[in-house]
């Protein structure tokens, strides 16, 4: 059978991959550890469940707008704008089935076949798969390891800039290195997207993940509403990853075009669910003030106990629920030169499994350290202990 070549460019999301790997493991009967997938192991708030039944009950079950339900669209646009400091409205919502769909119509709107599209790399392997998907060009950018996280490489940014470039994709509060920017560097990257003209889509997935402080996003800098288009989702904030609820947020005219797409892809986001996500945002916030308090008492004491290993080493970020430890001298120490050796031997041994900095792009020229991602989202603090434990033994047994 003769196959579409365009599929030859389409990538996956390889923390599926390892969660696979471990599941064999543990029909085996070998006890895992999961840090691997970045889903969450705490239930829906029960008033928002509650909301979609009720939707279900009052016959909520049919077709409804494409760009989603107008309620809906005006609450979270009057809540998206008030956390960022931006007038919106109804007309810059368009409502999608889960964050994840943003991603390639955003592309699809304003990329042309060859135009050259920056993205994060270490980042989430989606934004790659589609910009080759459609027939753009993938030009990944990196960062620089400060004294106390991340910081994007803006020498390596300038280096890549043609006139080509149409796109700048940008994960502030990031998967997968739990990075986020001062206002310096936030401005800064302003400064070079309207220097260059630069459309960007602003994965604002973790906006919410955020332990101490107040998010800020690059939409609300002076010049950028109208060239920003910003990933919101439900899946989080209010632990609703397999809901399948987000949005596209930005100017109206973007907007109007993705939600084209709405129409030749879904037709319209799941109907009652929608109901769900206007308790989310109206409701009693309450339940997602727990979630934070409980993923902050799992990095803490993940972060302790990857400090606390020969040869590891991780700062300890105020966003997300990602930790990347650099694990170069623990390999220096077994022996091993590939990470992704080093991620299997941990598993079998351990029964830990999480994902290597190679799950998250082709490491770029002059990387020399290894890190891997470990995800706290599905993982209670007692099994956090217990599993780094016998990390950290497995180590120091070398």
Known sequence: MKYATRLNRLGTETAFAVGAQAAELAAQGKKVYPFHLGDLNIKTPENIIRAAVNAMNLGKTGYCPTPGIKELRTVLADDVGQARDISLNFKNVSIQPGGKPVIGKFIQVLMDQEDEVLYPNPGYPIYESMINYYGGKAVPYGFKETGSGFALDFDQIESKITPKTTIFIYNNYQNPMGASSTDEEMQKLADFCKKHDLYVLSDEAYFDMIYSGKGKSISSLPGMKDRTVILYTFSKKYAMTGWRLGAAIGPEEIIEKISKLNVNDESCSNHFVQYAGIEALKGSQEKSKEIINILKKRRDKAVNLLNSM???????????????????????????????????????????????????????????DYYIRLAYSGINVDQIGEGLTKMKKFIESY
């Open 310 to 368: 020969h040869g590891v080493s991780v700062f300890k970020p105020e966003c997300t629920f990602y930790l990347f430890p650099n694990v170069t001298g623990a390999m220096k120490k077994m022996g091993i030169d590939s990470v992704e050796e080093f991620r299997e031997n941990v598993l079998k041994n351990t029964g830990v499994s999480f994902c290597t900095r190679e799950h998250f792009g082709t490491p770029l020229p002059g990387e020399k």
